[in-house]
C-alpha cells in the first residue's frame, strides 16, 4: 500500500504542546501497566508473539513520527498466520482497555491537585454551578417553578460496541481499585497485600479470560449487562447525588419546596425497545422489569441485613419515640393463617405457614430480640418487604426474612417505615447513625421504588400502523384504516379513544405480528401493575411524521387498559413520545405536536399527566439523513420550534435526546452539549440516551459515576436557570447564517451519500458494516429492513462501522463545504469575523466545532486508505475516497481559520493527551482488521478469522471509548 500525500496521522499535530511535566504520572501508570501486560503476553504465549506485538508497537510509534511509511507497517501482517494473530489483537485490546484505567486515574489526580491548590472549582462540577446560581441571585419563586418536576435521567441502551463480559467487567473494576490505591501513594492493600502484584495476578486473570462473547448476544444478556451499573456504582451514587443537591438547593431557597421527588431518576431501553428488533417479546419485557425489580430488592434485602447488624441498641441505653415502639412491637404480632401471601410465578402458587393452636402462625425464623426495638423495627420492615418480594417477583432475592407479615403494597408504604425509624433516631441523639446507611437507603427506596428504572417501550410507527388496521378491521370499525387520509384517520381514532370498550376481545384471531404486539403491551401493562406506573413510563413513537402515528400508540395502550380518556378524570399512566428523527421529520414536529394538542382527546391525556409532554429527538437519524451540521441545526430549532409550542399550548415540555456515544449521533461531552441547548428547551428536565462502551466509561465504577451524574445535573440546572445562550437580541442573524450554512452542508452531504454512483457499495466494501451483522455483534440487526438502502440501515453499525475504519464521516462531512462556499459568497474577511465571533459567544457553535474537532482528531485518512483498498473497483474507490479525503482536508482547514487553533484539540487537552499516548497501540488494530476482513470475503472461513475480526471490532471500540 502506497500513503496518500497529506494524509499523516492527525495523532502527529503538534501534539508535543501537551505538557510532559502534567502528563508524567498518567504515563508512568501506562507503562507500569503495560509492562505487566507484556510480561503476561510473554509468559502465557512465549517470546516469539512477545517480540512480534514489541515490534508492532515500537514500529507504530515510528510511523507516528515519520520514521517510517505506514505500509511498512502494514507489510508485518501480511499472510500473518491467525494463531498469531489472536494474541497481537487481544494484546493491543487489552492495552486500550488498561489504558482507559490509567486516563480515569490521571483525571482522579488532575482534580485533587486543581483542589489542594485551592483553584476555583471546575466547571461542570456541582461546586461550580452552586457559585454561578449564588451570583445570579436568583428569585425563589423562578426556582421553584422552573425545577417543578425536576429530572435528569440517565437511559441506559443496549449497543453492540460494548460485548464485554462481567468477568471482564469486573476484573477492571478491581484493577481501577487498586491503581486508585497506588494514586494515594499505597504500595499495599489494606489488608496487606503487594499492590503490583495484585496487578499482575488481576492482569493475569484478564489475559486468560474470553473478551467477548462468541455466541450471538442475546437480550437477555444485555438485560444482564445494563443492570450490573446499579451494584457496580449507581446504588451509591445516585441517593448520593440526589440527596446533595436537594440539600444545597434548599439550603439557599429553603421556601421553595425544591425536588421533592429525587432529579436523577434512571431509566432504560434494554428489553422494551423492539423498533427493528424481533426479537423483543412479552417473555422479554417481563424479564427486564421482573430483573430490574429483583435488582432492586436483593439491594434492599442487603443493606436491611447490615442494618440490623449496625442498629444493636439497647432499649435499656437509648429512648425511642412512640412510633419507633409501635413498629418494633409489630414485630411480636402474630399472622394470621387466612392470610396467606403469593409468590409471584406463573400459576400463582399459594403458600401457608405451619400454624400452631388457634390457627397462628408461626415465625419462620429466629424470635425476635426484644430488648433491641432498632432490631426489632427493622426486622418488621425486612419481613413485610419479603412478603412483597413474594408476591410480585418472578424470583426471589437472597437474605429474606419471612415472618407472614402483611406485604408493602407501595414503595411509600416502606419509605414510611424507614422514615420512623429515622425519626426516632434524629429526636434521640443518634443522627449521625440516621445520616449513614439508613440515609443512603432511605434514598434509595425513594428513587429505585420497587421498579429500580422506567423501561421505556418503543416501535416504529408503520408497525403500529399495520397492527391498527387490523383491530379495526376486526372490530367492524373500517375494513381499510390504511387506504384513509390523515384528516379521517385522526377523526376515527379520535372517536375509538373517546370510548370506553375494546376494539377486540379474548380468543380473537389475530395475525403473528397483531397478536406479539397487543402481547408486548400486555406485560407492559402487568408491569404497571405490579411494580408501579413508574416502571414503564413512556411509549416512543419512531419515525412519529403524523398526529395518527401519535393515536395509533394510544389506541394500543388503550387495549391493554394503560388509557382510558372516557372517563370525567382521564387514566394515562403512560406518556407517549413521539420521536423525531429526521430532518424533514424534525422541521414538522412543532406542527404535529401542536395539531395532536388541539384535539379534545389528547389534550385529555395530556392533562391526565399534569399538563407534561415529552417529545424525543432523534440524533443518529437525522445525522445520517443529512450530516453533522444540517442534523445539528435541524435539531437546534426543532427545540426553539417546541419550546414555543409549549409556551402557546401551556404544557411543559421534556426532550428526550436520543444521543449514541460517538459525535456522529450526538455524542460528546455532556456538559457542553446541554448548555448548548436553546433558551427554554432543558426547563429543569433532561432525559439522554447513554449507549455502548461510554457507559462502561461514564459509570463503571462509583468515582466515574459520580463525576459524571454531578456533570448532567449542573449542566441541567445552569441551563435551567441561567442564561447560557449569550446572544440576547442577535439571536435572529446568528440563527439565519446557520439556516444558510446547515442547507449548504446538507447539500454536500447529499451529493455523496446519497448521489454518488456506487457509494453503498464502497461504504460496504471499505468498512466492515457487513461483518457487524454477520459477526453476532449484538441482538438486533444491522437493518431494521432486509435492505441495502441508508436509510433502512441502523445508525448504530452506520457510525461504527466508519469509526472502524477510521474515517469517522458522520462527524464532520459536509461542514467543510458549508463554510468554505458561506463565506466565499459576501465579503470574505467579514464573514470570516462573523464565524470567529459566533465561535466566541455561542456555546451552540462553539460545541458543534469543538465535538467536530475530535471526530477529527480520532480520524486517520491514511488508515482509511488501506481500508478503501478492499474496494475491487478501482475507478469506485478512487472517486469516493477522494471527495473523502478532499473534504477532510477542507475541514480541518476551515476549522483552523474560525477557531484559530492551529491544534484541532486546543480546547481539550485530556483528549489530546488520549489522542497522543494511546493512538499507536491502535495502529496493528486497523491493520489486522483489513487483513482479517480481506481473507474473510475471500472466503476463508476458519472460525479463528471471524473472531479475530471480532476482537479488533471490539479492541477499537474500547480505545475510541465512543465509536457507536
Keep these: 500500500?502506497?500513503?496518500?500525500?497529506?494524509?499523516?496521522?492527525?495523532?502527529?499535530?503538534?501534539?508535543?504542546?501537551?505538557?510532559?511535566?502534567?502528563?508524567?504520572?498518567?504515563?508512568?501508570?501506562?507503562?507500569?501497566?503495560?509492562?505487566?501486560?507484556?510480561?503476561?503476553?510473554?509468559?502465557?504465549?512465549?517470546?516469539?508473539?512477545?517480540?512480534?506485538?514489541?515490534?508492532?508497537?515500537?514500529?507504530?510509534?515510528?510511523?507516528?513520527?515519520?520514521?517510517?511509511?505506514?505500509?511498512?507497517?502494514?507489510?508485518?501482517?501480511?499472510?500473518?498466520?491467525?494463531?498469531?494473530?489472536?494474541?497481537?489483537?487481544?494484546?493491543?485490546?487489552?492495552?486500550?482497555?488498561?489504558?482507559?484505567?490509567?486516563?480515569?486515574?490521571?483525571?482522579?489526580?488532575?482534580?485533587?491537585?486543581?483542589?489542594?491548590?485551592?483553584?476555583?472549582?471546575?466547571?461542570?462540577?456541582?461546586?461550580?454551578?452552586?457559585?454561578?446560581?449564588?451570583?445570579?441571585?436568583?428569585?425563589?419563586?423562578?426556582?421553584?417553578?422552573?425545577?417543578?418536576?425536576?429530572?435528569?435521567?440517565?437511559?441506559?441502551?443496549?449497543?453492540?460496541?460494548?460485548?464485554?463480559?462481567?468477568?471482564?467487567?469486573?476484573?477492571?473494576?478491581?484493577?481501577?481499585?487498586?491503581?486508585?490505591?497506588?494514586?494515594?501513594?499505597?504500595?499495599?492493600?489494606?489488608?496487606?497485600?503487594?499492590?503490583?502484584?495484585?496487578?499482575?495476578?488481576?492482569?493475569?486473570?484478564?489475559?486468560?479470560?474470553?473478551?467477548?462473547?462468541?455466541?450471538?448476544?442475546?437480550?437477555?444478556?444485555?438485560?444482564?449487562?445494563?443492570?450490573?451499573?446499579?451494584?457496580?456504582?449507581?446504588?451509591?451514587?445516585?441517593?448520593?447525588?440526589?440527596?446533595?443537591?436537594?440539600?444545597?438547593?434548599?439550603?439557599?431557597?429553603?421556601?421553595?419546596?425544591?425536588?421533592?421527588?429525587?432529579?436523577?431518576?434512571?431509566?432504560?431501553?434494554?428489553?422494551?425497545?423492539?423498533?427493528?428488533?424481533?426479537?423483543?417479546?412479552?417473555?422479554?419485557?417481563?424479564?427486564?422489569?421482573?430483573?430490574?425489580?429483583?435488582?432492586?430488592?436483593?439491594?434492599?434485602?442487603?443493606?436491611?441485613?447490615?442494618?440490623?447488624?449496625?442498629?444493636?441498641?439497647?432499649?435499656?441505653?437509648?429512648?425511642?419515640?412512640?412510633?419507633?415502639?409501635?413498629?418494633?412491637?409489630?414485630?411480636?404480632?402474630?399472622?394470621?393463617?387466612?392470610?396467606?401471601?403469593?409468590?409471584?410465578?406463573?400459576?400463582?402458587?399459594?403458600?401457608?405457614?405451619?400454624?400452631?393452636?388457634?390457627?397462628?402462625?408461626?415465625?419462620?425464623?429466629?424470635?425476635?430480640?426484644?430488648?433491641?426495638?432498632?432490631?426489632?423495627?427493622?426486622?418488621?420492615?425486612?419481613?413485610?418487604?419479603?412478603?412483597?418480594?413474594?408476591?410480585?417477583?418472578?424470583?426471589?432475592?437472597?437474605?429474606?426474612?419471612?415472618?407472614?407479615?402483611?406485604?408493602?403494597?407501595?414503595?411509600?408504604?416502606?419509605?414510611?417505615?424507614?422514615?420512623?425509624?429515622?425519626?426516632?433516631?434524629?429526636?434521640?441523639?443518634?443522627?449521625?447513625?440516621?445520616?449513614?446507611?439508613?440515609?443512603?437507603?432511605?434514598?434509595?427506596?425513594?428513587?429505585?421504588?420497587?421498579?429500580?428504572?422506567?423501561?421505556?417501550?418503543?416501535?416504529?410507527?408503520?408497525?403500529?400502523?399495520?397492527?391498527?388496521?387490523?383491530?379495526?378491521?376486526?372490530?367492524?370499525?373500517?375494513?381499510?384504516?390504511?387506504?384513509?387520509?390523515e384528516p379521517d384517520r385522526v377523526e376515527l381514532l379520535a372517536r375509538e379513544l373517546s370510548t370506553r370498550r375494546p376494539l377486540i376481545k379474548e380468543g380473537a384471531e389475530l395475525s403473528e405480528l397483531a397478536r406479539k404486539e397487543l402481547d408486548i403491551m400486555a406485560a407492559a401493562a402487568r408491569a404497571v401493575r405490579v411494580y408501579g406506573p413508574a416502571a414503564v413510563p413512556n411509549y416512543i413513537i419512531s419515525m412519529c411524521q403524523s398526529v395518527s402515528d401519535m393515536l395509533e400508540a394510544a389506541i394500543l395502550l388503550k387495549e391493554v387498559d394503560l388509557l382510558d380518556v372516557s372517563a370525567e378524570q382521564a387514566y394515562a399512566p403512560v406518556g407517549i413520545v413521539p420521536l423525531f428523527e429526521t430532518i424533514d421529520d424534525l422541521q414538522r414536529g412543532a406542527g404535529i405536536l401542536e395539531a395532536a394538542l388541539e384535539l379534545p382527546v389528547y389534550r385529555a391525556i395530556v392533562s391526565a399527566r399534569g399538563q407534561n409532554q415529552e417529545v424525543m429527538l432523534g440524533y443518529s437519524d437525522s445525522n445520517k439523513d443529512g450530516g453533522y451540521l444540517a442534523a445539528n441545526w435541524a435539531l437546534y430549532r426543532a427545540e426553539l420550534d417546541l419550546v414555543e409550542s409549549a409556551r402557546k399550548t401551556g404544557i411543559r415540555l421534556r426532550l428526550f435526546h436520543g444521543r449514541g456515544g460517538t459525535v456522529g449521533r450526538g455524542g460528546g461531552p455532556s456538559y457542553d452539549a446541554i448548555l448548548a441547548q436553546p433558551p427554554g428547551a432543558v426547563n429543569g428536565s433532561l432525559r439522554i440516551t447513554e449507549q455502548g462502551e461510554v457507559i462502561a466509561a461514564k459509570y463503571a465504577e462509583p468515582q466515574l459515576a459520580h463525576r459524571n451524574l454531578e456533570t448532567l445535573v449542573a449542566a441541567t440546572l445552569e441551563a435551567t436557570l441561567l442564561d447560557v445562550e449569550g446572544l440576547g437580541d442577535e439571536a435572529g442573524p446568528a440563527y439565519e447564517v446557520l439556516d444558510d450554512l446547515a442547507a449548504r452542508a446538507q447539500r454536500a452531504y447529499s451529493e455523496l451519500v446519497h448521489e454518488t454512483p456506487g457509494f453503498v457499495e464502497y461504504f460496504k466494501a471499505s468498512t466492515p458494516v457487513s461483518e457487524i451483522g454477520a459477526l453476532n455483534i449484538g441482538s438486533r440487526p444491522t437493518s431494521r429492513k432486509p435492505t441495502t438502502s441508508i436509510s433502512d440501515l441502523r445508525a448504530i453499525p452506520w457510525v461504527l462501522a466508519w469509526s472502524q475504519s477510521r474515517v469517522m464521516l458522520p462527524g464532520w462531512y459536509g461542514t467543510g463545504t458549508a463554510f468554505e462556499e458561506w463565506i466565499a459568497a459576501g465579503p470574505e474577511q467579514e464573514r470570516v469575523e462573523v464565524l470567529r465571533d459566533l465561535y466566541r459567544r455561542w456555546p451552540f457553535f462553539r460545541t458543534v466545532l469543538s465535538n467536530m474537532a475530535q471526530v477529527l482528531a480520532k480520524s486517520d485518512l491514511g488508515l482509511a486508505a488501506r481500508y478503501s483498498e478492499l474496494v475491487e473497483d478501482e475507478a469506485l474507490r478512487r472517486r469516493v475516497f477522494d471527495k473523502i479525503a478532499a473534504e477532510h482536508e477542507r475541514t480541518i482547514r476551515m476549522h483552523k481559520l474560525i477557531t484559530g487553533h492551529d491544534d484541532l484539540l486546543a480546547d481539550n487537552p485530556a483528549l489530546a493527551r488520549s489522542v497522543f499516548n494511546r493512538f499507536p497501540y491502535l495502529e496493528p488494530l486497523n491493520h489486522l482488521q483489513v487483513e482479517l476482513l480481506r481473507r474473510y470475503r475471500s472466503g476463508d472461513d476458519d472460525e479463528l478469522v471471524q473472531r479475530g475480526i471480532l476482537l479488533t471490532m471490539s479492541g477499537l471500540a474500547t480505545a475510541l471509548r465512543n465509536s457507536g
Aim: charged share 30%.
Design 1 to 485: 500500500m502506497t500513503d496518500v500525500p497529506g494524509l499523516e496521522p492527525i495523532g502527529a499535530v503538534k501534539r508535543t504542546r501537551v505538557g510532559r511535566e502534567a502528563t508524567e504520572p498518567m504515563r508512568e501508570d501506562i507503562r507500569l501497566l503495560g509492562a505487566l501486560l507484556g510480561d503476561t503476553v510473554r509468559e502465557q504465549n512465549g517470546e516469539e508473539v512477545f517480540d512480534l506485538v514489541e515490534r508492532a508497537r515500537v514500529e507504530s510509534f515510528r510511523v507516528r513520527r515519520s520514521e517510517i511509511d505506514r505500509a511498512d507497517l502494514a507489510r508485518m501482517f501480511d499472510g500473518i498466520d491467525v494463531h498469531q494473530a489472536i494474541p497481537v489483537i487481544r494484546a493491543f485490546t487489552h492495552f486500550a482497555l488498561l489504558a482507559n484505567v490509567a486516563e480515569d486515574i490521571h483525571r482522579e489526580r488532575r482534580r485533587a491537585i486543581h483542589t489542594a491548590a485551592g483553584e476555583p472549582p471546575q466547571n461542570s462540577s456541582l461546586a461550580a454551578t452552586y457559585a454561578k446560581l449564588d451570583a445570579a441571585d436568583l428569585d425563589p419563586r423562578t426556582v421553584a417553578e422552573a425545577l417543578s418536576g425536576a429530572l435528569v435521567s440517565p437511559v441506559i441502551t443496549a449497543h453492540p460496541t460494548e460485548t464485554r463480559r462481567r468477568t471482564v467487567f469486573d476484573t477492571q473494576h478491581r484493577i481501577t481499585e487498586l491503581m486508585r490505591l497506588r494514586l494515594h501513594g499505597h504500595t499495599r492493600t489494606d489488608d496487606g497485600r503487594d499492590i503490583e502484584l495484585e496487578l499482575r495476578k488481576h492482569i493475569l486473570t484478564l489475559w486468560q479470560t474470553a473478551l467477548i462473547r462468541l455466541s450471538r448476544l442475546k437480550i437477555q444478556d444485555e438485560i444482564e449487562t445494563g443492570l450490573r451499573y446499579y451494584p457496580a456504582a449507581f446504588f451509591e451514587v445516585i441517593p448520593e447525588v440526589n440527596a446533595e443537591v436537594r440539600k444545597e438547593l434548599r439550603s439557599r431557597w429553603p421556601d421553595a419546596e425544591l425536588l421533592t421527588e429525587p432529579i436523577v431518576r434512571p431509566g432504560s431501553w434494554i428489553g422494551g425497545d423492539r423498533d427493528g428488533n424481533p426479537n423483543v417479546t412479552a417473555d422479554v419485557v417481563r424479564l427486564a422489569t421482573g430483573n430490574a425489580a429483583y435488582t432492586a430488592f436483593n439491594h434492599y434485602f442487603t443493606e436491611l441485613t447490615a442494618l440490623q447488624e449496625e442498629l444493636s441498641m439497647s432499649a435499656r441505653l437509648v429512648r425511642i419515640s412512640d412510633e419507633l415502639a409501635a413498629l418494633a412491637d409489630r414485630c411480636d404480632e402474630p399472622a394470621r393463617a387466612d392470610e396467606p401471601y403469593r409468590r409471584g410465578r406463573r400459576g400463582g402458587r399459594t403458600r401457608h405457614h405451619p400454624t400452631g393452636p388457634g390457627g397462628l402462625v408461626r415465625p419462620a425464623r429466629h424470635p425476635p430480640a426484644g430488648g433491641e426495638p432498632y432490631r426489632r423495627a427493622l426486622r418488621v420492615v425486612h419481613a413485610r418487604l419479603t412478603a412483597t418480594a413474594q408476591e410480585i417477583l418472578d424470583r426471589q432475592p437472597e437474605h429474606e426474612l419471612d415472618l407472614g407479615m402483611q406485604r408493602y403494597a407501595t414503595p411509600a408504604e416502606l419509605l414510611a417505615d424507614l422514615d420512623v425509624i429515622d425519626a426516632s433516631l434524629r429526636a434521640n441523639g443518634s443522627t449521625v447513625l440516621a445520616d449513614d446507611r439508613l440515609a443512603r437507603l432511605r434514598e434509595a427506596v425513594h428513587v429505585f421504588g420497587f421498579h429500580l428504572c422506567g423501561l421505556d417501550m418503543r416501535q416504529n410507527s408503520e408497525v403500529h400502523e399495520e397492527v391498527v388496521a387490523e383491530l379495526l378491521a376486526w372490530a367492524g370499525v373500517h375494513p381499510d384504516y390504511r387506504s384513509l387520509e
